[in-house]
């Protein structure tokens, strides 16, 4: 039998048996694991909003179905993120067309996200908004300097996407070519657009990681401004950092801390 130690993913998992942490769920149906995504992704538009990430009907967040993974779930066209609830998501189909809900979806964010999950099917979930700092890095075409360690979660795992660049992603090819080079990395700049996520955990992993990179171009910002040259985070230190508080598990985990003030004082998330 496994001690506790052993069994751990993470070092933040306490050693110490017996102590209130967060744990990865389990489900016994395809229904149960459902009911959660759709909860949580609720919950990861409404941090969007408490974050301030609105901006009128642009901004879309996805997570695939756990029973039918060539649909996904996705927040409902004009709908603000702080008003959106389980009973008001959308199921649509890579073709764009809704499976189940009564809103329309965004045709933008089905140009994008279908087009991505498509190229991969082992993303998950995928969030993008038109957010102040990400769009003012973005418009830089330049990827992040490693400068923290929350930089270093990102170290070698973002991409910055000049292709469709400033034109509104509402054409199919746009989307393809952003999939295309998206590849294996968490998170992508598109130079002058804006941030995407994508996650092959969980949508908690790729909204945590999305609001994460929105400070990061903050504070990249800020130094930029400032014209002292900042110091970078060594190879080493960027690698261990990237390993230990920039993986999926970190990203889930970071989320729940979000979740559990959402759910206990937005409780209408669940109608």
Same mark, same amino acid.
């Given at each position: 039998m496994l001690d506790a130690v052993e069994k751990r993913v993470s070092i933040y998992q306490p050693e110490q048996e017996g102590l209130i942490f967060p744990e990865l769920p389990s489900f016994a149906t395809h229904a149960e694991e459902r009911k959660y995504r759709k909860e949580h992704l609720v919950a990861a538009t409404r941090a969007f909003g408490m974050h301030g990430f609105d901006y009128g009907f642009a901004g #879309?967040?996805?997570?695939?179905d756990p029973e039918r993974p060539e649909l +996904? @779930?996705? $927040? /409902?066209?004009?709908? #603000?993120?702080?008003?959106?609830?389980?009973? $008001?998501l959308v199921l649509a189909d890579h073709a764009g067309n809704v499976v189940e809900g009564t809103h329309a979806i965004n045709r933008a964010g089905f140009v994008l996200h279908s &087009?991505? #999950?498509e190229a991969h099917p082992d993303i998950v979930a995928m969030c993008h908004a038109h957010t102040t700092y990400g769009t003012a890095w973005c418009a830089t075409g330049r990827p992040l300097d490693m400068i923290s360690q929350d930089a270093?979660?990102? +170290?070698n795992n973002h991409v910055v996407i000049g292709a469709s660049a400033g034109a509104v992603a509402v054409e199919r090819a746009s989307g393809q070519s952003v999939a295309e080079l998206f590849g294996q $990395?968490?998170?992508?700049l598109h130079q002058n657009h804006g941030l995407l996520t994508a996650s092959r955990h969980s949508i908690?992993?790729? &909204?945590?990681?999305?609001?994460a990179l929105e400070r990061c171009c903050q504070v990249q910002?800020?130094?930029?401004?400032?014209?002292?040259? /900042?110091?970078?985070?060594?190879e080493k230190s960027a690698l261990y950092s990237r390993e230990h508080v920039g993986n999926d598990f970190i990203g @889930?985990? #970071?989320?729940?801390?979000l979740y559990d003030q959402i759910a206990a004082t937005q409780p209408d998330m669940f109608e």
């Open positions: #879309h967040l996805t997570v695939r +996904y @779930w996705t $927040n /409902p066209m004009c709908v #603000h993120f702080s008003q959106v609830k389980v009973s $008001n &087009a991505v #999950h270093a979660c990102f +170290y $990395n968490r998170a992508a908690d992993d790729a &909204a945590f990681w999305f609001i910002l800020l130094v930029e401004a400032s014209g002292v040259k /900042p110091q970078t985070v060594s @889930w985990l #970071h989320f729940q801390t």
